[in-house]
């Protein structure tokens, strides 16, 4: 399986389990990888058989400055499984990083792996 990615998509986020972390918005560091097989494209050389990675991109954003949710974990698996669905992905990998949320570290987050088998519904 090849891989397209976007590293270090950075986007405001409403997240947290705290009183303060509901009142403020917060940055969210987001690196995504996406299954696809590129040989169709690199034999096509058309870009309408590629994994358009600038849609993906900004549905990522939309979805997370609209979002709630109180864990990281909730958010990681709500990107996984829209990537899956609207994108039609075989496979996809989010890492999802709180940037200072512990102190003394640079990010703390999760990451996980998800594929269409995974699909909830």
């Given amino acids: 399986m090849d891989i397209v990615y976007v590293k270090n998509l950075r986007v405001k986020?409403?997240?947290?389990?705290?009183?303060?972390?509901?009142?403020?918005?917060?940055?969210?560091?987001?690196?995504?990888?996406?299954?696809?097989?590129?040989?169709?494209?690199?034999?096509?050389?058309?870009i309408k058989h590629t994994l358009n990675y600038k849609e993906a991109a900004k549905k990522v954003a939309t979805l997370v400055e609209q979002s709630e949710?109180?864990?990281?974990?909730?958010l990681a698996e709500t990107i996984a499984m829209t990537l899956l669905n609207d994108m039609q992905l075989p496979w996809v990998k989010v890492t999802l990083g709180k940037p200072s949320?512990?102190?003394n570290s640079d990010e703390v987050g999760v990451q996980i792996e998800r594929s269409r088998e995974d699909r909830h519904g």
Avoid: H, K
């Fill in 13 to 46: 986020a409403l997240i947290g389990i705290y009183a303060w972390e509901r009142r403020i918005r917060q940055q969210v560091r987001i690196d995504l990888e996406m299954g696809w097989d590129n040989r169709i494209p690199a034999a096509s050389d058309d």
């Fill in 69 to 74: 949710f109180q864990l990281v974990e909730t």
């Fill in 101 to 103: 949320a512990v102190t």
